[in-house]
């Protein structure tokens, strides 16, 4: 198999590129590019921005299968607790 071939197969396991869906790449591509550039600037920022889609896709998911707004907020309040903690972590401390 040549790297093209594997790198083409390597990359349907990135969330974003997996359907194929141009328009999911193109967002997973400026979500990538954005996240690097603040993980450079503020590792710590750029760690908690890693559970902003996680978050996103957690309500999306419990909208979908269950269309129950209680559960959507269960589903996305751990989440946020932990982001808001991180954001506030990462203001006391900048050099966390």
Do not use: C, H
Request: charged share 15%; aromatic share 12%.
């Amino acid at each position: 198999m040549k790297i093209k071939e594997k790198l083409e197969e390597l990359i349907r396991y990135v969330p974003g590129y997996r359907s194929g869906v141009m328009w999911k790449e193109i967002t997973a591509f400026i979500y990538y590019v954005f996240w690097l550039t603040v993980l450079v600037f503020d590792p710590t920022v750029g760690g908690a921005m890693l559970l902003v889609p996680i978050i996103i896709f957690g309500i999306i998911e419990a909208l979908k299968v269950s269309g129950n707004k209680q559960a959507v907020k269960d589903a996305a309040t751990p989440y946020i607790i932990m982001l808001v903690i991180i954001t506030m972590l990462s203001a006391i401390m900048p050099g966390l």
